[in-house]
């Protein structure tokens, strides 16, 4: 089955560690996106990537990273820069050009607490 | 830039009755698209309908419409016949379709069925 996997679905990380969450698709999709949700709130970008080896800041990029190596995976490590790193993320992959509808496939989402 | 707009932060409605979800958006693209995703509280996002800027026709799949207003720039999400399941949170977005990272939500709308 087609889809995107994010590991792990609970993550607990002390003050002042950096920490990755995976996001892996078997979709084929070109691009990926990340998104970070505090409760009760949308969906606010952080990253994305639209080729292999290349990305782009989304609103809030700040204390954030990601790496785009293979088409498939699209981890992002949030760094001891990040003030408020405690929020769910969301991975997400779309299909770019062609006639759409482009609408994008999402991951379960990572849990993370950072104390 | 876009933004979008969702004035209900939550909404009820009785099981087996139309519900109307409430979406304006405001952009300076002139090729865009508009969706709908359903956030159970599982955390997981689901798409549920795409209208594209330049359709004529409303967008309607199985129990969900949207109803198009280009000129008002309102995209309203309108599910009939609502069942206890469809209890979740509603998210308005919309995308550049000439660019795949210019994505935004809405803040979401809470949706509770009653029985």
């Known amino acids: 089955d087609g889809g995107i996997t994010q590991s792990p679905k609970y993550l607990f990380r002390k003050e002042g560690q950096n920490v990755t969450l995976s996001c892996e698709q078997n979709?084929?999709?070109?691009?990926m996106y990340w998104y970070r949700q505090d409760p009760g709130q949308g969906l606010r970008l952080i990253y994305y990537?639209?080729?292999?080896?290349?990305?782009q800041k989304g609103d809030i990029a700040e204390g954030y990273s990601v790496s785009r190596e293979k088409k498939e995976s699209f981890p992002l490590t949030v760094t001891s820069a990040q003030k408020n790193p405690t929020a769910f993320y969301l991975c997400?992959?779309?299909?770019?050009?062609?006639?759409?509808?482009?609408?994008?496939?999402f991951g379960p989402g990572t849990r993370l607490t950072v104390t | 830039a876009q933004k979008i707009t969702q004035t209900q932060p939550g909404m009820f409605v009785q099981e087996k009755e139309a519900v109307t979800l409430d979406c304006t958006y405001d952009?300076?693209?002139?090729?865009?698209?508009l969706f709908w995703y359903k956030q159970p509280s599982s955390g997981e996002m689901i798409f549920l309908i795409y209208?594209?800027?330049?359709?004529?026709q409303n967008a309607t799949e199985g129990r969900y419409s949207l109803n198009f207003q280009k000129a008002r720039k309102s995209a309203n999400l309108v599910i009939s016949a609502s069942q206890l399941g469809d209890s979740a949170m509603y998210f308005c977005?919309?995308?550049?379709?000439?660019?795949?990272?210019?994505?935004?939500f809405g803040d979401g709308t809470t949706l509770t069925v009653k029985p």
């Open positions: 979709l084929n999709h070109d691009a």
């Open positions: 209208q594209g800027s330049y359709d004529e």
């Open positions: 977005a919309m995308r550049d379709l000439n660019n795949a990272g210019k994505s935004t």
């Open positions: 990537s639209q080729i292999v080896n290349d990305f």
């Open positions: 952009t300076s693209d002139q090729s865009y698209g």
């Open positions: 997400a992959s779309s299909i770019v050009g062609g006639q759409g509808p482009y609408e994008q496939y």
